[in-house]
């Protein structure tokens, strides 16, 4: 009788006494149960069962539970914001921009369904959760300026943790999974600069140093913050802080630590530890120079 039934579908089952039960269907350890809604005078509903076959004169499915989930998924996103459905990359970039924007024009449950079905759509080409928030904020920021947006207009700060913000390339709306996942090219000029982020990152790691991009600007290549630990936690933690001025690159090594009595004792002894030298040379251009890692189709590591 219930063979081919799913949980969570809607079924009612009819027994040979004559009693009928309507409700979510489920199963647990072969026995068959149904879920009925609370009745007048009742706070929650009733699970009834086990149902024993043999007692059992008929089960019919009045919803299914693929029907159950579309209606969810109707009610969740609400009328579909009017556009055709996004095929190539540059209609998938236009269509999540569209959504964003009518999203923070609205209020109430009506933004929240558009917030659903931004979200959908950025599923199917798995936009990362950064770029997200990047084409959001940037939506909000469009309703008081027809300007571009900078990373320091929508995050008051010039740096931002990558996996927080980050501005997305034209390549993360490629239908094309192989594509978006690719990697990024980087300018020529940069992958030249010996002390350009990429290089001063891959430096760093070649001198045998923990080195991590813990704070990137827009485009990440021109600013970044690398964080350098020389010792468990921040006991030993630097920061090797690069912006270009004037079209040089310039580095400057800052301690990171807790600036507590605990965090510069700390301090004291982080400077005399030998790593700490060799991240001392690293920053300042004294350390051998080694190849530029980073190629022109290379991603630059976060």
């Known amino acids: 009788m219930f063979e081919g039934r799913q949980d969570q579908d809607v079924i009612t089952v ?6 009928t039960f309507t409700g979510s269907y489920m199963t647990q350890a072969g026995m068959h149960f149904v879920g009925t809604k609370a009745g007048k005078g009742d706070l929650i509903g009733k699970v009834v069962g086990p149902f024993d076959p043999e007692d059992v004169a008929s089960v019919d499915v009045v919803t299914s539970r693929e029907d159950i ?5 109707e009610r969740a996103l609400g009328d579909r914001l009017p556009g055709r459905d996004p095929v190539a990359r540059e209609d998938f970039e236009y269509r999540l921009e569209r959504l964003a924007r009518a999203m923070v024009s609205e209020e109430g449950n009506r933004r929240t369904q558009l917030h659903r ?13 950064s770029k997200r928030s990047w084409m959001i904020k940037s939506a909000y920021w469009a309703l008081k300026s027809n300007e571009p947006p900078t ?11 990558p996996s927080l913000l980050r501005r997305p390339s034209p390549k993360d709306f490629d239908p094309d999974p192989k594509v978006r996942k690719s990697r990024d090219r980087l300018p020529p000029e940069i992958v030249a600069d010996p002390n350009s982020v990429p290089n001063m990152l891959r430096r760093l790691r070649a001198a045998g140093l923990k080195a991590v991009i813990s704070l990137a600007g827009d485009p990440p290549w021109e600013r970044a913050i690398i964080q350098v630990d020389l010792a468990a936690g921040r006991t030993g933690r630097f920061s090797v802080d690069g912006r270009r001025i004037d079209g040089d690159m310039q580095w400057q090594l800052k301690w990171a630590g807790n600036d507590s009595t605990a965090g510069r004792k700390h301090y004291s002894r982080a400077l005399r530890l030998e790593t700490y030298a060799v991240l001392k040379a690293v920053v300042r251009g004294d ?13 630059m590591s976060m």
Do not use: H, Y
């Open 151 to 161: 990373l320091e207009d929508l995050w008051q700060s010039d740096v931002a943790s």
């Open 69 to 73: 989930f579309a209606e969810r998924r």
């Open 287 to 299: 350390a051998p120079a080694s190849e530029p890692a980073i190629g022109t189709t290379q991603r």
């Open 117 to 129: 079905q931004f979200e959908e759509l950025a599923d199917r080409i798995e936009l990362a959760a």
């Open 14 to 19: 009819v027994l040979k006494s004559g009693e």
